[in-house]
């Protein structure tokens, strides 16, 4: 179903005004739905400099999920042409020579539109990235022709607004219009009512107002045990999905009063008190986390095979556990297929696609 203009795709970039604010979960949603809805689309992520390490080779992450996920026939080479590390970083710095970078991204920008009728292509985290290597997203908008969705996260009433005058000062008539993301339920009234049409006034279409959902902001028992180059006792799940975070204290009855409290947890629990991890077992819990390096009593063990519930031996003390996870949680990578289902769904109740599509030249 190509548009009816040209045979040349659309390109709709999506950035986020900050880190952490939605934007992997907005394309992954926009391209489900368009796909859902019989457009043949594809997937370019220009500039990362988050890579990690598989098989000897850096990749981007959110690049490998949306070839898995949706199939594609790309290498992740060019579905993310320029992966920026700290190696390649100081080559750039010595030799100033930026075209190659924008170059690889043209070329990306042919291969991935190829019969295709839109190209999501995954921006920035915020408009302060890829200047170093010439691909700042005002940049690269132009060299890809692209239109543009902001995802504006919430901090406050305020920041919201000036962050989407942000993306229109920076955009200009590239920009499509806003999401804004992550609303707290005591703010969704004031925003539909008072935030939204006061944007649409000054020239900012707002594509949707979607609330705030603790589970978009869940870690999975991977990503824990990843982060603490742990061993974990997979009785549970690997990809299941914890909400919080809890840190035993040391008497019995005020932890239990507090795993009692606390959903969809995990358990920071030292390895010397198999007494609090037992209690930990009584509720709600996903994974205990034990740290010292300790290996749970057959007693633990054996209830969390029961009870589903995994068993992570850090290598760290407590604290030193506690520093590593607690700026985890909030800033999971959008790779697990229940958030995707969930904001999928979100996405559809709160976004007016139909009008989108006529925005973007789709219709």
Known sequence: MLHKEQFMPINIYVVSTQDFTGKSAVCVALMHRMINDGYKVGYLKPFSSAARVRGGSRIDEDARFIKETFNLPETIEELAPVVLTDEGLAAHLASGDGDSYTGRVQAAGQTVGQGRDVVVVEGSANFREGYVVGLSPMKTVELLRARVVAVVGFRSSLQIIDDSFTALTRMGRDLVGVILNEIPAEQMDYVRDTVKPYLER?????????????????????????????????????????????????????????????????????????????????TSTKVLIITGNLEPTPQVAERAELEDVAIIMSPFDTLATIEKLETLFGRSRFHQIEKVKLFEALLSQNMNYEAFYQKIGLK
């Open 202 to 282: 000054n020239g900012i279409d707002v594509l949707a107002v979607l609330p705030h959902q603790t589970v978009l902001h869940s870690v999975s028992i991977g990503e824990i045990n990843d982060a603490l180059e742990a061993e974990v006792i997979c009785y549970g799940c690997y990809n299941d999905l914890v909400e919080n975070l809890v840190v035993a204290s040391a008497g019995v009855e005020h932890s239990l009063e507090r795993f009692q409290r606390v959903p969809n947890k995990a358990v920071i629990v030292g390895g010397d008190r198999p007494d609090i991890q037992m209690d930990a077992l009584d």
